[in-house]
């Protein structure tokens, strides 16, 4: 049995990545389909402005841990974590990526967390 589940899913290739209000809406519709339950609103904001890597960060919390991402206009590029005890079908998150950034090309790893006993 594991403690929770950590999804990481790097993206290349993405659209959208540049509207705070479409991050704001993938956040939203994400926390639905996976029957998660938000605590709070998502925190989005606009960093690192007129560094390579500035973008948009997001992190939002939910009741069983929370979701992150990175969002690199400049390379058009995410990097999209979902970390929770309650567990969550990856594939799931992977299509409503898929909906929201332009079906961009993914690697995905999916990590079962248990601390040592």
Not at 4 to 26: A, K, P, Q, W
Not at 59 to 64: A, C, F, G, M
Request: with cysteine; glycine share 8%.
């Amino acid at each position: 049995m594991s403690w929770g589940y950590h999804l990481m899913v790097d993206c290349s290739g993405c659209t959208g990545i540049d509207s705070r209000e479409n991050i704001y809406n993938f956040t939203k519709d994400l926390i639905k389909r996976i029957d998660m339950t938000a605590y709070g609103e998502p925190i989005i904001e606009y960093l690192l402005e007129g560094d390579p890597k500035q973008g948009y960060s997001m992190l939002q919390l939910i009741t069983t841990s929370n979701l992150a991402g990175h969002f690199m206009e400049l390379d058009s590029t995410a990097y999209i974590d979902v970390f929770s005890c309650k567990d969550f079908e990856s594939g799931i998150v992977e299509t409503c990526i898929a909906d929201y950034f332009g079906n961009p090309r993914t690697r995905v790893q999916f990590v079962h967390r248990q601390a040592p006993q």
